[in-house]
């Protein structure tokens, strides 16, 4: 069960990682588009780019200045599902937010650049900058939001105690040489109370603690008398 869920969450992250990477192409083919003329100017240019250009103009997404970028933001958004990263309790929603609405503004707001009185090759080289910069904004909130509702949603269990938590043994089960230590654990967020039940003492056992934590070996089973045990 363990490899199908790592299968699926490895499959998940391809998905996600494709949604993001062609967020990037479509970004670059707008750049391209609209700024055609200085790419043009660089050599960055040919015929098969031209007639690929034109095949995807007809499927509508140069229908407006926008139609790209929004698009472009659409995927980049998919990406950002289940986005993980360093789990920090620290993280807020105001840095998230801020990140994002400063980027959505330089994303939109980068196109005045084009109608600036400078030279072509210029605007576009600042107009392709700005739009990168307001993308890796929206990019760095999104993936700070994405993590921070993540968060919320896990009952803000940051370092995974939870889910690492599993019922116990809360009956007590004795017999004629049973060995049956109270014990307390934490399930669900609640201290619940159980039993370590030792119902075969004379098969092989083990003890593990840190130093000083107090575990105690019985030599013989049957014998509970505190001058038969050994701490260790």
């Known amino acids: 069960m363990a490899m199908q869920t790592g299968e699926n969450e490895q499959a998940l992250r391809k998905i996600l990682d494709m949604t993001r990477l062609i967020a990037i192409v479509v970004l670059f083919i707008h750049c391209y588009y609209y700024c055609y003329s200085a790419f043009e100017q660089w050599g960055i240019q040919s015929g098969f780019t031209d007639r690929l250009l034109g095949n995807i103009q007809n499927t509508g997404l140069f229908y407006s200045f926008y139609t790209s970028k929004l698009f472009a933001l659409v995927f980049l958004g998919i990406s950002l599902i289940g986005a993980k990263g360093r789990k920090n309790e ?44 307001g993308y890796l904004m929206i990019l760095s909130g999104g993936t700070l939001l994405s993590r921070i509702i993540k968060t919320k949603l896990s009952n803000q269990d940051i370092f995974n105690r939870e889910d690492e938590t599993f019922p116990q043994e809360e009956r007590y089960l004795e017999n004629e040489y049973s060995i049956n230590l109270p014990a307390r654990y934490r399930l669900k967020d609640k201290l619940r109370q159980s039993w370590i039940n030792i119902i075969n003492p004379f098969r092989g056992l083990m003890v593990l603690g840190t130093p000083g934590a107090g575990e105690i070996l019985f030599c013989h089973p049957a014998c509970h008398h505190p001058a038969h045990q050994k701490r260790v």
């Open 90 to 133: 620290k993280l807020r929603y105001k840095t998230a937010v801020t990140y994002i609405l400063i980027g959505l503004s330089i994303y939109f707001i980068s196109h005045t650049v084009i109608w600036l009185d400078m030279d072509i090759t210029t605007a576009a080289l600042v107009y392709m900058g700005i739009t990168v910069l």
